[in-house]
């Protein structure tokens, strides 16, 4: 490369001042089109770098239904996007996967959880049904669904629950005798008929 090309336009210049004077003093006729050499300090090149670079975000893989493994727990968030659910109440209609998701919450305060839900030594699980004040019917909502669970073709899917977000997935549960009523306490403390729903863990049949 001629150095009356590069040296004008500041491509190559010497450490040494004097002979950088003396050798621009060479090319007169081309001295106008000498260019500063433009300075950036590393800690503002670091800056600019970093925000151009993206925070790298951390990506999930939505659950499928036949990827929960029995006794492990979840989230709410994840049981709610992996069935399609609404957000509250326990037992919860997905038409999307043409489900019911029954969600056991386990808790001394009533507001929580008026009713018992328990294990009996059938091996059974006795779960309430739905409403929380008044007799209850199993003509209502999901007690229907969950009663008609034999014939409709929905599939059934138990979780239990002692702490806060955070639910034990027990598996995909069958009616497995039928509803009976019982005598408990609703939300306002009185003894109203609630009926229960022995479930079996459908891999146990």
């Not at 300090?41 to 993206?54: F, G, L, V």
């Not at 037992?91 to 009996?120: C, F, G, I, K, T």
């Not at 199993?138 to 806060?164: A, C, H, M, P, W």
Request: proline share 5%; hydrophobic share 35%.
């Amino acid at each position: 490369m001629a150095l009356s090309i590069v040296m004008p336009r500041g491509i190559l210049t010497f450490e040494d001042d004097q002979l950088q004077q003396k050798t621009f003093a060479e090319f007169p006729s081309q001295s106008h089109q000498v260019a500063q050499p433009v300075v950036v300090s590393p800690s503002k090149t670091t800056h600019h770098k970093r925000q151009k670079s993206a925070p790298k975000l951390k990506r999930t893989t939505a659950l499928k239904i036949a990827d929960l493994v029995s006794g492990r727990v979840y989230t709410h968030d994840e049981i709610i996007h992996t069935f399609v659910v609404a957000s509250s109440g326990g037992m919860r209609r997905s038409h999307a996967n043409n489900a019911l998701v029954l969600l056991s919450r386990h808790h001394a305060d009533p507001e929580q959880n008026p009713y018992e839900d328990r294990w009996e030594a059938d091996g059974l699980f006795h779960y309430t049904g739905e409403g929380q004040v008044g007799d209850q019917s199993l003509d209502y909502r999901q007690n229907k669904t969950l009663n008609e669970s034999d014939r409709n073709g929905i599939s059934v899917y138990l979780f239990e629950s002692s702490r806060d977000n955070a639910y034990v997935y027990r598996g995909e549960v069958v009616l497995a005798k039928a509803p009976y009523p019982e005598q408990a306490p609703d939300r306002d403390g009185k003894l109203w008929r609630v009926y229960k729903f022995p479930l079996r863990v459908k891999s146990a049949e």
